[in-house]
């Protein structure tokens, strides 16, 4: 099993996260309703509207890290595309 925090939490540009490194990529999608703050197309979530996954990138120090990288991964694939 991959530790969580090796996995990439990349912001897309219709405001939903994909998160690779795991099993499968999920995409983590902004959703005030749901505990984290975040729903997940996981089966975790699908089960019990909770996962690893949005409570990782829901924690606030992790948050913040994660939402980070996200950024510096939009940066540099835009500057890739200049």
């Not at 996260?17 to 979530?45: K, S």
């Not at 829901?58 to 890290?65: G, S």
Request: hydrophobic share 40%.
């Amino acid at each position: 099993m991959t530790p969580i925090a090796t996995y990439t939490f990349t912001q897309q540009d219709d405001g939903t996260i994909r998160v690779v490194g795991g099993a499968a990529p999920y995409t983590l999608t902004r959703d005030a309703a749901a505990p984290d703050g975040w729903r997940c197309d996981c089966p975790g979530y699908r089960y019990r509207q909770s996962c690893k996954h949005a409570a990782f990138y829901a924690a606030p120090v992790m948050a913040k890290w994660a939402r980070r990288k996200a950024a510096l991964a939009v940066a540099n694939a835009r500057e890739t595309h200049e």
